[in-house]
């Protein structure tokens, strides 16, 4: 068990709908970083916040959104969902501010099902 | 080119064999992470290393930054090894990057 929680495991939803998936970090970690990982994309860097600010961007859509709250779990919204945004999600938190230098745990994932 | 290079794709042993999964990458970086995804889909981080090797278990992973390679080895291996092992860059400390993993099959 990493500490990481996600929920839900799995969601299964039509074409656009709007779905918020949930992730609590491990005690005392005050990063969150959202990842999708896709059958033909494999694992790609979302977005990440550091203390409740964003910190980092990566090949994150403009329907998809996040937020950190000051208990510091964190929520991913995506709206006016497609086919393609089928995959898993993870989330992953970490003590420090630089995923470079810091270990990740990572949480269970939600698997996304848009039909 | 992807700037991060797994080898092989897919990879099966008989228990018991000495296990050697690739990574390169092309960009600067600040430390690689090992990580392994198991057939549920969980991922649990294995090793993050800057330099050298680090020993944990059966796993060894090694780094060499001039070459711009690492190395995950598995002593031993076990049908519970069977996996996914993915190789991420830290490329100047703000993001990862992603290998495309190597799936491990280990038979009794």
């Known amino acids: 068990d990493s500490g990481v929680t996600q929920t839900p495991k799995h969601l299964i939803t039509a074409t656009g709908q709007r779905v918020t998936l949930r992730c609590s970090p491990r005690?005392?970690?005050?990063?969150v970083y959202w990842y999708q990982q896709s059958l033909d994309q494999g694992l790609q860097f979302l977005i990440q916040y550091y203390n409740g600010e964003e910190r980092a961007k990566g090949n994150i859509l403009e329907r998809f959104s996040a937020q950190q709250f000051p208990d510091l779990h964190s929520e991913l919204n995506l709206s006016s969902l497609e086919l393609g945004d089928s995959a898993l999600y993870f989330c992953?938190?970490?003590?420090?501010?630089?995923?470079?230098?810091?270990?990740?745990?990572f949480g269970q994932g939600t698997r996304l099902t848009v039909v | 080119k992807n700037e991060v290079e797994q080898s092989p794709q897919n990879l099966t042993a008989q228990e018991g064999e000495f296990i050697t999964i690739n990574c390169s990458y092309s960009?600067?970086?600040?430390?690689l992470h090992w990580l392994q995804q198991h057939p549920g889909g969980g991922i649990v981080s294995l090793f993050m290393l800057s330099s050298g090797k680090k020993k944990h278990g059966r796993l060894i992973a090694t780094i060499n930054i001039q070459e711009k390679h690492s190395s995950l080895h598995i002593t031993a291996s076990h049908p519970r090894d069977s996996a996914v092992y993915i190789c991420?860059?830290?490329?100047?400390?703000?993001?990862?990057?992603f290998g495309t993993g190597t799936r491990l099959q280990v038979f009794p």
């Open positions: 992953a938190s970490s003590v420090g501010g630089l995923p470079g230098s810091t270990e990740a745990f």
């Open positions: 991420a860059a830290a490329h100047n400390t703000d993001k990862l990057i």
């Open positions: 960009v600067g970086i600040s430390a």
């Open positions: 005690s005392g970690d005050l990063s």
